[in-house]
């Protein structure tokens, strides 16, 4: 079939947006004269302009509360030939189809997609046991490319390039010496946080000329997230509320580890190559089989992987017994070798 420009939809959250880039790498490695247009959300453009795989970022927002007409006119007019469905939305998947997109491909078992795209793929994400990532790539089996990459593989397609470095300000808080740590404590509902009481433990376990912390976080979290840190400390600094997103992704390439739950920035200092340590429960839709960051030195980790409140899905908190020595531990091998000038992942 005939691909020489995809729209890629994905209008949810920066994770897994980060987690779709491996699929355009993979476009672009079995179609390398294709274009692709990746069809997000706002608040996704910095991260998604800084894949190389991306040739143009197309706004769902600014069509979103636009008529049908309007919406079928917005993407009849990309004269694509294909759209992928990552993220299926009913409004995006009936616009595509009112708009003669010549292929319209998305997964079998959306009923409104019986209609709307005329190439299913048969798959379901629930209770797969693949990652994110490698179930993102079963969607490209309608364009002949049909190999899933192993998790090893995937680190090699995120082509997460072109970061703007962050400002002169900002870098210059970096440390040369000590291991710079990015935490990121919330995560705006989308996942499980470990508590800001283990954040501080964490902190306070670690000696300021080993480590420098860098808290980072939105405006609207600024109050509690330095209430309850230990932010006095020389060697912790609150970016929260500070940075557009576009210098929080320049800031972590610069940094050397980031700590968090299962959110955006996890994934991309994953992306990144850096030291990604994320806080997991074991089961559930956010498990780290289809969450976990995917990198080249990440950590998932989980307090108790047979937890009988998880495996039952009950509500549970069983994250917050994650001791802080597990984290400390990674840190400290890592400060170790930055010390003795190794290369810090």
Not at 49 to 73: M, N, P, S, T
Not at 118 to 128: I, K
Not at 174 to 192: C, E, F, M, Q
Not at 269 to 276: D, P, S, V
């Amino acid at each position: 079939m005939r691909a020489e420009k995809i729209i890629v939809s994905r209008t949810d959250h920066i994770g897994d947006v980060v987690l779709t880039f491996p699929m355009l790498g993979l476009i672009k490695r079995h179609l390398p004269d294709s274009r692709i247009l990746f069809l997000g959300r706002s608040y996704t453009e910095a991260v998604v302009e800084a894949c190389e795989h991306v040739d143009e970022f197309l706004d769902w927002d600014d069509v979103e509360r636009d008529g049908k007409k309007e919406k079928v006119e917005f993407l009849g007019d990309q004269a694509a030939d294909a759209i992928i469905h990552v993220y299926p939305e009913p409004a995006i998947a009936s616009a595509a189809w009112k708009a003669r997109i010549p292929s319209r491909i998305g997964t079998s078992h959306r009923l409104y997609h019986l209609w709307t795209c005329n190439r299913r793929v048969g798959f379901t994400r629930r209770g797969s046991e693949l990652h994110e990532a490698q179930l993102n790539a079963r969607l490209l089996e309608p364009l002949g490319i049909e190999s899933i990459p192993s998790l090893a593989e995937i680190p090699e397609l995120y082509g997460l390039t072109r970061l703007a470095r962050p400002t002169a300000e900002v870098a210059s808080l970096l440390s040369a010496r000590a291991l710079n740590v990015v935490i990121h404590p919330k995560t705006a509902g989308n996942a499980k946080a470990w508590s800001l009481v283990n954040y501080a433990r964490l902190i306070d376990s670690l000696p300021g000329d080993r480590c420098q912390f860098f808290v980072t976080g939105v405006d609207s979290d600024r109050a509690s997230i330095e209430a309850g840190l230990p932010i006095e400390r020389a060697n912790v600094t609150s970016l929260v509320g500070r940075t557009s997103l576009t210098d929080l992704l320049g800031f972590i390439s610069l940094a050397d580890a980031m700590v968090c739950a299962s959110t955006g920035p996890l994934h991309v200092a994953a992306a990144l190559g850096k030291c990604a340590i994320g806080i997991y429960q074991p089961r559930g839709i956010g498990r780290p089989g289809r969450y976990g960051p995917v990198g080249r030195n990440t950590h998932a980790l989980v307090y108790d992987p047979n937890c009988d409140k998880c495996v039952g899905n009950q509500e549970c908190d069983c994250l917050q017994d994650i001791p802080v020595s597990a984290i400390r531990e990674v840190l400290e091998d890592l400060a170790d070798a930055k010390v003795r000038g190794q290369r810090v992942p």
